[in-house]
């Protein structure tokens, strides 16, 4: 596999080199691995942190900024962050009105950002914590793991960030959030494998003619596989996957969303398809994002999101976001 | 068996041969993972021994118990995943639980590593045969009552038991039936932890 690098054990540290030098507008310590917004700590503003293996750009480092998170601490590639990088960044952004975690549900993430919270604690910062779980392709139960953080994650960063810059408390914005989650739930499809740097090769073999049903955003193969299916086809497949989960009795946002591999051409194809699918279920669309947000390195495929929003959250879905990743309203 | 105590001069060699093993085994980790993880097993495990070897060997901490509370305290900053803190929680608690003494015993080598491996399934929340680390640690923990060599053999036992096992823990599970048929990265890199235990006895 061809990659755009240096040498794997750089990758990571190469990309935070690369934000500093297009985003003047963050603070990116290269060393330490923390993005935070170059006005943080904001006066009279609850902070929202969030971290996660990298291999997801723009997640999560993509969506620091007004409206969106505070900070940003990106692991190793498809790897937790450490406890050291969230308190640090913990600590910058707080402004004394408590940092609020956002925490995709893997044991890895969880792990570290339970210890972080302790050790944040600790030093004084009041901190919060909610987990994004919205993967229906996992069978969830009390002995396994539970379902995976995905999709949804951009439309908590983004609902919530909102709901901070507004001025509420950390209750309210952690209400908000956890409301997002419980309204959220994601499938994903994959038309090809990854290839971490330290690899260099798919991390698992997907024959041609074939798609993977269910997959995660971290090249771990899927639940199912099937012969290759048209994009009407996968619509079908992936919207009534949620929909068998979550029955929307209001609009709902939709993310479609590439993997990192799929062209706009296609995923603009797959979200009309999403679209007729939604119609002829009878749930009604809000508003609709189109791109490459929660991708997997170069993983070709889609996922779909769908979170149901009342007006409060509609509301803060459309207030204004200054981002490298998601920007709009300004 | 003679019970003779182990300094901490003997912990670090233990770390140190730990990090070799890892260093040794690392593709191999780094193979089983991508089965039926992330690919990644290998390398973190890799990087995070690598830091340990660099700490100790800088600043040799003066018993056993410090020597592994150190080291977990290291996985856990450099690690990242799920087996930072597993493993990082393993070796702080098992070098809390020796406390000061400059040197220690197998048998409460043994009571260390339990009370490591107790923490390890709180914070994890495995039971044995969910497919993960505790597989070969339980078994490697309670075999050391026998030698070391005994213990190694055990846990690397129970690293290939968990070939049939299907996935309760960690990303394994999202794959359900699809994680049988596949040893368990983090079962094969803590059977390197009681490998290394009986190499630096010998």
Redesign the interface.
Known sequence: MRMLINVAETVVADALRGMAAAHPELVVDVANRVIVRRDAPVAGKVALLSGGGSGHEPLHGGFVGPGMLDAACPGEVFTSPVPDQMVRAATAVDAGRGVLFVVKNYTGDVLNFRMAAELAEDEGVQVASVLVDDDVAVRDSTFTAGRRGTGATLFVEKIAGAAAEEGMPLERVEAVARKVVASSRSFGVALSACSTPAKGSPTFDLPPGELELGVGIHGEPGRERRAMMTSHEIADFAVDAILEDLRPRLPVLVLVNGMGATPLLELYGFGAEVHRVLDERGVSVARTLVGNYVTSLDMAGCSVTLCQVDEELLRLWDAPVATAGLRWGR | MVDTGFDAGFFVRWMVAAAGLVEQEAGRL?ELD???????HG??MQ?GFAAVVKTLESEPPATPGAVLVTAGRQL???????????YGTLLRRAGKSLGEASEVTVAELQAGLRAGVESVRE??GAAPGDKTMVDALLPGVEALGTSLDAAAGAAEEGALATVPMRA????A????E?SIGHQDPGATSSALLFAALAEVAR
Do not use: E
């Open positions: 780094t991508s089965a039926i993880g992330d690919a990644d390398t973190n990087r856990i900053s450099t690690v990242g995943g799920a087996s930072g803190p597993l914070l994890g309760q823990k960690g990303r599970s999202y794959l359900g699809r």
